[in-house]
């Protein structure tokens, strides 16, 4: 079974600070891999959904940017923080291709000042 | 707009009881599933059920789908103090690129 490893666990960031987390899976390859954000108390959103190396697309426009630099990578992105991206964020990993049952990592909850 | 969302926002009940959780939706779908996501955790995927279903059980869990209403419960039996979490519905009708999440319904189960 795939495992997935986010980092950092949590950040205390300043507006105006660039932010970047990342997502590791392990035990699956070319897997389909997802960002989701969550405020507090709040719904999951998707952001981006990447199907292979290289290739991130766009679910919304949240001032944020995705890349898939490795097989087992994905990386979420901002040079500009903003107190709205603060939250919950969390990478996804489904099962197979073309399946929609994923696996979540733990999360990393950042906290923007 | 909401593709998917729950009916109540919260629940509280005793442990052993059982309780139900509502979710409906408003496209066609291919899947549903009910994810739970315990405080401070990721969601973990409960229950997978697909358009042509209508029951799936894992446990002591069962979920429904009806899809000429377009809903879908979640029943827990016997409850445990670790069911204490929230409960989503998701939806899905793109190949899996894209699972979306209900509003959720936070249950607290009480010793």
């Known amino acids: 079974a795939q495992t997935i490893h986010q980092w950092p666990v949590a950040e205390i960031k300043a507006v105006g600070s660039p932010l970047s987390l990342g997502c590791t899976i392990k035990?699956?390859?070319?897997?389909?891999l997802y960002w989701y954000w969550q405020a507090t108390g709040g719904t999951l959103q998707q952001l981006f959904y990447?199907?292979?190396?290289?290739?991130v697309e766009s679910v919304v426009q949240l001032n944020l940017s995705a890349s898939r630099p490795k097989d087992d990578q994905f990386i979420l992105s901002t040079e500009k923080l903003l107190l709205s991206h603060s939250g919950f964020y969390l990478c996804?990993?489904?099962?197979?291709?073309?399946?929609?049952?994923?696996?979540f990592g733990s999360g990393t909850r950042l906290l923007v000042i | 707009s909401q593709l998917a969302e729950e009916n109540l926002w919260a629940l509280s009940v005793h442990e052993g009881e059982s309780v139900t959780v509502n979710c409906s939706y408003k496209?066609?779908?291919?899947?549903l599933q009910w994810y739970r996501q315990k405080s401070g955790e990721g969601p973990a995927q409960l229950i997978l059920?697909?358009?042509?279903?209508r029951e799936k059980r894992n446990g002591r869990l069962r979920a429904t789908l009806d899809t000429s209403s377009q809903s879908s419960s979640l029943s827990i039996t016997a409850t445990r103090c670790e069911d204490t979490a929230v409960y989503f519905c998701?939806?899905?009708?793109?190949?899996?690129?894209?699972?979306?999440f209900g509003t959720g319904t936070s249950l607290l189960v009480d010793p």
């Open positions: 998701a939806t899905d009708r793109n190949m899996g690129y894209k699972l979306t």
């Open positions: 990447s199907i292979t190396v290289g290739q």
């Open positions: 035990g699956k390859s070319s897997p389909n």
């Open positions: 496209t066609s779908i291919t899947a």
């Open positions: 059920i697909r358009s042509n279903e």
């Open positions: 996804a990993c489904a099962r197979d291709r073309g399946a929609s049952d994923y696996t």
